[in-house]
């Protein structure tokens, strides 16, 4: 009788529905992807560059470094979001000498006026994704979200598993 190689063994059944990273990803990816396309066709940004008009509306000002750690996005994506919001008059730095990423940045009017633009159409996206969860199901999400959230910083990749 053969036996089978461990390369045509089956793994175990993975059950993603029980599984909270799936969910995650699967509707951060959805998010993400659809909500990039509706602001470039719409406003003319992608979602890198809402994600820190928001983070920016959020501080008041913020360097890009800030804006990494805040909304957790790739330095080099958060760093090309800067210049091309900065090209295009959208923000400005702060005045005063900063070394290199520590150089604050403000929302200009025009920044301004474009994240109110982009903030009804995520608010109304927003409310489209949570129709089907009562106020005080959305409450408890958000009460969550925000507890696992502050746990973050406990998943380094030191961290023993």
Known sequence: MPTRSPASRAPEPFDLGSYVPFYLSAISNRWTSTSSRIYLRR?????????VLAALAAKGQASSLDIVNLVGLDPASVSKAMRTLEANGRVAPVQGRFAGRTKPYHMTPDGIALFEKVREAARAREAQLLAGLSEAERGEFLRLLRKIHEGLPQLSEEAQF
């Open 43 to 51: 406003f003319g940004i992608g979602i890198v560059e809402w994600r």
